[in-house]
């Protein structure tokens, strides 16, 4: 998030009759000059209902404002929002303070990962302005993924990062489970992890023998979820099984507001500026690839290793296209 902010999830775990229940206490935390301070997590609307008395009669009229157009403001600057309010820049900064946000930046990212968990299809279509040919559409779509990898640089907690890459370099075995949009990016990081480690598999969660994988999975097995908004039901499933099988679970998203993560030992948030249309792989897509390449450069000789046996298959099998063979295809 802004000025390098990360998200870090508490959850409490406690058995009661024999059933393990998760009692959700997720404590959002930012890191700021002044150390760690917590960030309240419910719905920004809901914040701003619940402190609506306690704010001035022009602090009233922008929580107004946020709460009839929230798609509108998402886009504002300070200086738009004041205007359209008719109150003044440093008005709309106490109004965001007296929310609990450290920064406009904050609040704005709040209100787009709400926007980008509740809005359909239909929704977007309006947002994005996608009903006509446009000859900027190019430039913005390009200019809105280069911010969303700014925001990747600036945000991610590369101390959680290590652990992750430990846990993949030392685990017996990998499972990577992702659905509908999100299965692309497991099967990317699932097919890129058989490239320099043994024994990864590769799940849909829509497919229900993957309860039946997970369920007779060795102990203490370390499998990796990839959840992307609007997050399927059927992932969220998922994390629970992995958590009441005392599974190690990783998770991979784009918001801090994915209900996988108070699920997950680790969490690896890669945060969008932008509201996408259908999605936006390419924050998580630059993740996945540098943990791959951070992991290969631990594995040493064992990755040659690997890597031989590899290509003697493909040659074997004649899997790969080959100039020298170009012949007998034609």
Request: charge should be positive.
């Amino acid at each position: 998030m802004a000025d390098g902010s990360f998200f870090v999830w508490q959850h409490d775990i406690y058995n009661e009759r024999k059933n393990i229940i998760f009692q959700s206490r997720p404590v959002l935390t930012r890191m700021t000059k002044r150390g760690t301070e917590p960030i309240d997590m419910r719905s920004i609307i809901n914040v701003i209902e619940q402190k609506r008395m306690e704010l001035t009669p022009k602090g009233r009229l922008l929580a107004d404002f946020v709460v009839s157009s929230p798609g509108k403001v998402v886009f504002m600057t300070t200086k738009e929002l004041s205007g359209s309010c008719r109150v003044s820049e440093a008005t709309v900064v106490r109004f965001v303070g007296q929310l609990g946000y450290d920064g406009y930046s904050s609040f704005i990212q709040a209100l787009r990962d709400l926007l980008d968990t509740e809005l359909n299809l239909i929704d977007r279509l309006d947002l994005k302005d996608t009903r006509g040919p446009g000859g900027n559409r190019f430039q913005q779509v390009v200019s809105g993924e280069i911010n969303n990898l700014k925001q990747l640089l600036e945000s991610m907690d590369l101390k959680k990062v290590d652990s992750v890459i430990g846990w993949l370099h030392k685990s017996p075995s990998v499972t990577v489970i992702g659905s509908r949009l999100s299965f692309t990016l497991a099967y990317y990081l699932g097919w890129s992890l058989t490239k320099i480690r043994p024994h990864v598999h590769i799940l849909k969660g829509s497919d229900s023998t993957a309860l039946d994988t997970l369920t007779f999975a060795p102990k203490n097995s370390l499998v990796i979820i990839i959840a992307t908004t609007r997050y399927p039901n059927e992932l969220i499933r998922i994390g629970k099984l992995v958590r009441r099988l005392n599974h190690r679970l990783i998770v991979f998203t784009d918001s801090s507001t994915c209900p996988l993560i108070r699920f997950a030992d680790v969490s690896l948030v890669a945060p969008l500026r932008n509201i996408p249309f259908i999605g936006s792989p390419t924050a998580l897509g630059c993740l996945i690839n540098f943990i791959i390449q951070e992991l290969a450069a631990r594995k040493g000789g064992e990755l040659a290793t690997h890597q031989r046996k590899l290509e003697q298959t493909y040659r074997e099998n004649d899997v790969l296209f080959n100039m020298k063979n170009e012949n007998k295809i034609m």
